[in-house]
């Protein structure tokens, strides 16, 4: 089973991109195989056929589970993660892909976004969400529950999913 994480925050190294790694351990028990720090991938986002961005789009659509963060941005997802996505070819870019979409945010006001916003582009994009997305709050999601509460509650229904892949 190969997992990855995307983290498309304006600031390389970000906590969405802690989050998100976090979750994926959490949810697999093992460090994620790639992380795909989006803002990394630079100017390579604005064109097509950039090698780097190839290469992170292969690694994701490659993958059985992917954990998709952003932080909550102007009430949405970054633009930077928007750039990424449309790297995704047609409606099956993301085809049997387990997704998770995971949003950050200073408070519980943009709650729904990971289910309203991020997780409608996924399954655009033919990936497979069994679970709700994960809205965390980015001042305690390292010493809440937030996450842990999420795969005990959701974690099966992933991970019985990928369980029947292929």
Do not use: C
Not at 90 to 105: F, H, K, Q, S
């Amino acid at each position: 089973m190969t997992i990855t994480v995307v983290a498309g925050n304006p600031k390389p190294a970000s906590r969405t991109l802690d989050a998100a790694t976090r979750l994926a351990h959490a949810l697999t028990g093992a460090a994620p195989d790639h992380v795909v720090d989006v803002i990394i991938l630079g100017a390579g986002l604005l064109g097509w056929g950039d090698p780097d961005v190839k290469a992170a789009v292969t690694t994701v659509a490659e993958s059985d589970l992917v954990v998709v963060a952003s932080p909550t941005f102007k009430a949405t997802y970054t633009g930077v993660l928007k750039l990424f996505l449309d790297q995704f070819a047609g409606g099956d870019g993301l085809r049997d892909v387990v997704a998770v979409p995971l949003m950050l945010g200073a408070g519980p006001a943009h709650a729904m976004a990971p289910d309203l916003l991020l997780k409608p582009v996924l399954v655009e994009l033919g990936a497979v969400t069994p679970a709700p997305g994960l809205y965390l709050i980015d001042s305690t999601y390292t010493t809440d529950t937030a996450i842990s509460d999420y795969v005990e509650r959701w974690g099966p229904a992933l991970t019985s999913r990928l369980s029947t892949e292929p």
